[in-house]
């Protein structure tokens, strides 16, 4: 029996599917209902849309203490009700405490930085070549804003694809993922209903598996909606990159990663295990920014790799409710069995099993480039070891994929780490840690088929506005008929 009931989002309250249907939310534990939420389709996208751009025009006009005071409020109750947080993403998504936590945490300061950016400056006074004329770059709200959250840190992306947009003046229309439609939807629109913001400003949209695509299709596609942003994978990223194009419409898209670690011949490599498997295996391998391939330099590779082995084994894995409990389950069977025939495939081709396997938390070693695993997001509880040459070989294999999102880099030589940092293309890199970590105030996106655009800090404002040249003119002009 399901411990919950959820219905839609829209214009300030909640309300049932047009045509009454609805969906299970599982828990990726048990395997059992969670809740129960309404499944939308797109004559609800509609409805979504019309309370938003219904919304805007007060909204877009409201002061900016207002707009910051709304932020603000919703960061503390955020923070006051973390405990339903933790028991919440456990439940829908097998989130242990700390990463439940740290949802909570960093999803308050995103909303802090969006409040901060309310009243930081939005033009400039441009140099102009007519007597007498004042020239300037204004920055104006879009309109309509369509955001689309990811189930595997759910309230941190959630949070993200819509404080800016909201801060920066926009209505917005949220759809998250079917995987947590309350932690990356409908808690959200809680949370800043709760802290005072006016009806339609944000309105969800939670739909059933298989409307996904005609949900989405509906929503980018409304001539009403002005911008995109987009959380998830590579594969869905395209479809809606290409959705938004068609449709003149600016996006905002972070992807996927194929995140590398790399392990220089000066590092610690006590402290570089360390790294390695919190980049690699916290939230059970399930982060964009998770640490797919570590490269290690030869001369201590097989130190590091028996070290790391080691270390993951102890792992203790289980009840993401069970406060011991470092590695929960993923979220559901489709990705434990992907990830399952990844190792297994590798291992079938000549890969050796260093640690785990048969669905616990797993080091590979022996990979080459040709398996499938050394290429593709693994996207759970798995990591392989390269040996490497030489800090060359290292920026060569770490580049060597089509996505471009984030890379770490484990050395004791900060001049060296940042020279081969300058080397690595990526959205983001890390010298002296991991590949995993996030400020709201830092731009955040990647390269290549990690998408693009940014998010966060003056950033995030910058993606959910437009530039408007505007001139005033203090004097008739003379002009040549």
Partial sequence: MASEIRQLFIGGGSVPALDGRTTVDLNPYTGEAYAVVAAGGAADVTRAVDAAQDAFAEWSASSPSARRRVLLKAADVLEARAAEVVALMAHEVGGVGGWAGFNVALAANVLREAAAAVTQPVGEVLTTETPGQLSLAVREPLGVVAAFSPWNAPVILG???????????????????????????LLIADVLHEAGLPAGVLNVVTNAP????????????????????????TGVGRIIGTLAARHLKPAVLELGGKNSLLV???ADLDHAVDAATFGAFHNAGQICMSTDRVLVHRSVAEEFTAKLAAKVSSLPHGDPSDPGTVIGPVINQRSADRVRDLVTEAVGQGATVRAGGAGSATVLDGVTPRMRIFREEIFGPAVIVVPVADDDEAVAVANDTEHGLTAGIMTEDSRRGLALAQRIRTGIVHVGNQTVDDEPQAPFGGVKASGYGRFGGRWGIEAFSATRWVTVASRPGHFPF
Avoid: C, W
């Fill in 210 to 233: 298989e409307d996904a695509a005609g949900v989405a299709e509906a929503l980018v596609t409304d001539p009403r909606v002005r911008a995109v942003n987009f959380t998830g994978s």
């Fill in 264 to 266: 220089l011949d000066d």
């Fill in 159 to 185: 949070v993200r694809a819509v404080a800016a947009p909201i801060a920066a003046g926009n209505t917005v229309v949220l759809k998250p993922s079917e995987d947590a439609p309350i932690s990356a939807g």
